[in-house]
Nanobody
Framework: VQLQAYGGGLVQAGGSLRLSCIVS????????MGWFRQAPGKERGFVAA????????HYTDSVKGRFTISRDNAKNMVYLQMDSLKPEDTAVYYC????????????????WGQGTLVTVSS
């Protein structure tokens, strides 16, 4: 499976962005999809995941109530709606796929897209 993330950019604190990830290949519906991020000088960390059914989601504490992960299995797309953005959300964001629920560690994900940069100015 191949993934491509896009939608990053520069936004002011308090603003919103929506990241998208298009997935090609077989059996998209069978994959749990996740978003990770890597801030400058930091390790890549888990942000959010969504079950293949779309009915279950999981978030890291720092984004709960501000970010929403969703997916459209008909379009092979996964999204990350980011609201009330903060400067500390600045990072390169990656989409990833796994067959494990709930997977929050990098090594649990088999497949990764290239990152898209989100910069939040204060």
């Amino acid at each position: 499976v191949q993934l491509q993330a896009y939608g990053g950019g520069l936004v002011q604190a308090g603003g919103s962005l929506r990241l998208s990830c298009i997935v090609s290949g077989r059996a998209f519906r069978g994959y749990v999809m996740g978003w990770f991020r890597q801030a400058p000088g930091k390790e890549r960390g888990f942000v959010a995941a969504i079950h293949w059914s779309g009915f279950s989601t999981h978030y890291t504490d720092s984004v709960k109530g501000r970010f929403t992960i969703s997916r459209d299995n008909a379009k092979n797309m996964v999204y990350l709606q980011m609201d009330s953005l903060k400067p500390e959300d600045t990072a390169v964001y990656y989409c990833a796929a796994t067959v494990d629920w709930i997977a929050t560690m990098e090594h649990e994900y088999c497949c990764w897209g290239q990152g898209t940069l989100v910069t939040v100015s204060s």
